[in-house]
């Protein structure tokens, strides 16, 4: 008995220790995880702060997760939001609500630590492509837009290799598809590597649906900043970057537009800043059919790790702006 008393005790004090530890080594800021009111994330804030600027990282996982601790730690705060892939959310992104988002936002706002009026949303990607949809179509909630390698257009579900075959909206509101770039799912064919430049360079191609896909960035209701590296080889995010800033300036937006393009940067300005290692692969992979494809990020490691500093710099004066 004596000795199951002192094996409890031992246990309880390693338990203790390993905290107490934890808490001595562990400088960053710990999220809070949210599973509730119709959302999932992970919520970054430091104790006793009040009405401070709030970013929503699109798309959450440890890119969200590394910019909303760096914005916490900033006295911001930072919510890494997924949308998919986890437990009770959608598979693929396809057909994704925007009501999800809005409900998220909703309660961002009755946070304490939050200021309901300077909500910044900021994504990467198809998630800055999402990013200025949400800040167009919820311009009361949303005061401000992050896009690194934007994209002026909604497209398609199809885009990526892994999605259903069938042509669907990326994104819907009130049960309506957001119009979109309908796009056949890419395809290696005979080669080894695949051309993703080419490939939505000639989607923007399609007059036709142009128009009706092209995001009405005008309604947003506060700043934007946009990145793009001039050697982006995945998507043409500069023209689509000249695209957004140009329907800005024909429809007379009010709020100042940043249209930031680096030398010699690629797809993957929004890595890490803090980080070389995130640069070091110039090439991606994708599996088509079960067979493995190689597509390029372009740029050079030094042109990516510039661009990832200086941007940095940018994103957080852009914050204390609002």
Same mark, same amino acid.
């Given at each position: ?104 936002? *909703?309660? #961002? &706002? =009755? +946070? ?6 300077? /909500?910044? !949303? ?79 360079? *000639?989607? #923007? &191609? =399609? +007059? ?6 092209? /995001?009405? !960035? ?94 940095? !710099? ?9």
């Amino acid at each position: 008995m004596k000795k199951y008393i002192i094996s409890i005790g031992v246990v309880i004090l390693l338990f203790i220790s390993y905290f107490i530890i934890d808490s001595l080594l562990f400088d960053g800021i710990k999220p809070k995880s949210i599973n509730q009111n119709g959302f999932q994330a992970n919520y970054f804030a430091k104790p006793n702060i009040k009405n401070k600027t709030a970013i929503i990282l699109l798309g959450g996982s440890q890119w969200g997760n590394y910019w909303s601790e760096q914005f916490a730690s900033k006295d911001f705060v930072g919510l890494s939001l997924p949308y998919t892939g986890n437990d009770n959310l959608p598979k693929l992104p396809e057909e994704i609500p925007l009501e999800y988002f809005k409900k998220a936002i *909703i309660w #961002l &706002k =009755k +946070q304490p630590e939050v200021n309901p009026n300077k /909500i910044i !949303v900021m994504g990467a990607s198809r998630n800055s492509e999402l990013a200025l949809i949400l800040g167009s179509t919820f311009p009361k909630l949303i005061n401000g837009v992050i896009a690194y390698s934007p994209s002026s257009v909604s497209w398609s579900n199809t885009v990526l290799p892994y999605n259903s075959d069938t042509i669907k909206a990326s994104w819907k509101y009130k049960g309506y598809a957001i119009p979109y770039i309908p796009m056949n799912k890419i395809s290696g064919e005979n080669f080894s590597k695949i051309n993703s430049l080419e490939y939505w360079t *000639i989607g #923007l &191609k =399609k +007059q036709d649906y142009l128009e009706n896909a092209i /995001i009405k !960035v005008e309604k947003i209701n506060g700043p934007i900043l946009l990145f793009s590296g001039k050697n982006d080889a995945v998507w043409p995010s500069s023209i689509m970057a000249n695209m957004i800033e140009k329907r800005l300036y024909d429809n007379h937006f009010k709020y100042p537009c940043k249209n930031i393009q680096y030398e010699n940067a690629g797809h993957l300005i929004s890595r890490n800043p803090d980080s070389n290692s995130d640069t070091s692969e110039r090439v991606g992979k994708m599996t088509i059919n079960n067979k493995v494809y190689e597509f390029d990020f372009g740029g050079t490691m030094n042109g990516d790790n510039t661009a990832k500093k200086l941007a940095k !710099v940018e994103v957080l004066n852009f914050i204390n702006s609002l």
